[in-house]
């Protein structure tokens, strides 16, 4: 499963980026807003820090103003991993089909459920994003995002489609280990999540142990 960092906020990138484990970066308006800079100046130095797709969400609505906000951040990118990120509605859907045929990546957002995702994956999206955590939030259990992702893989498993399906809205470790267990192609992750992968008690003790007998 691929590793993706859920940040608009450089320094995590960096940071992310030093691991060698990141291959694409996931942002959207809230994630912007909390970095405090505009899209064209975060997106720009995210395309010079990771080599991989970027996803960069559009805030228009209807779907002539979104076709034409999807382009101008294509112009204003002048790089081919730029993914513009849709919102899963009729119009997001008709932009995501008219972008695919002009061979311009997307990435179809706020998925909840099976009938969304062969809706965008149909509509040719790149990638598609199923929202682990909300989906738990709303049925308050911790498994509904779980069987969210197992059945959008086992959709496309039966029809081949090529939709790369993005885990997201990932809120510890354990949905990154749900995601990885149901196949999904990608996890995109928040930075403190993807430092808690790093821990287990077992090996902060294991290293105790082997330090004190190196002594
Ligand atoms: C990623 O593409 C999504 O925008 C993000 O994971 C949403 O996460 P949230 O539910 O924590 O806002």
Redesign the pocket.
């Known amino acids: 499963m691929k590793i993706f960092i ?1 940040t608009a906020i450089t320094e995590e990138i960096k940071e992310g980026a030093k691991l060698g484990i990141l291959k694409g970066v ?1 942002t ?1 308006p ?2 912007l807003a909390k970095s405090g800079r505009t899209l064209d100046d975060v997106i720009t130095e995210i395309l010079s820090l990771v080599d991989g797709p970027i ?1 960069a ?1 559009v805030t228009e609505a209807d779907e002539e103003t979104m076709y034409k906000q999807a382009h101008d951040i294509v112009k204003m990118a002048k790089n081919d991993n730029i993914t513009i ?1 849709l919102p899963m509605t009729e119009d997001g859907i008709a932009v995501c089909s008219r972008l695919s045929k002009e061979g311009i990546k997307t ?1 179809v ?1 706020l998925i909840f459920s099976v009938s969304q995702a062969l809706l965008a994956m149909e509509a040719g999206a790149t990638f598609i ?1 199923p ?1 682990m ?2 989906v738990d939030d709303y049925y308050h259990d911790d498994d509904s995002g779980f069987e969210l992702i197992r059945k959008i893989m086992e959709v496309k498993k039966n029809f081949g489609y090529e939709s790369e399906i ?1 885990a ?4 510890n470790v354990k949905h990154v280990e749900q995601a990885a267990l149901a196949g999904a192609d990608i996890a ?1 992750i ?1 930075y403190k999540v993807i430092k808690e992968m790093y821990k287990n008690e077992l090996t902060t003790r294991g290293l105790q142990i082997f330090r004190d007998a190196a002594k």
Do not use: H, M
């Open positions: 859920d996931t959207n809230s994630l996803s969400e990120k990435n957002t994003s929202f955590g909300r993005i997201a809205s990932i809120r995109t928040p």
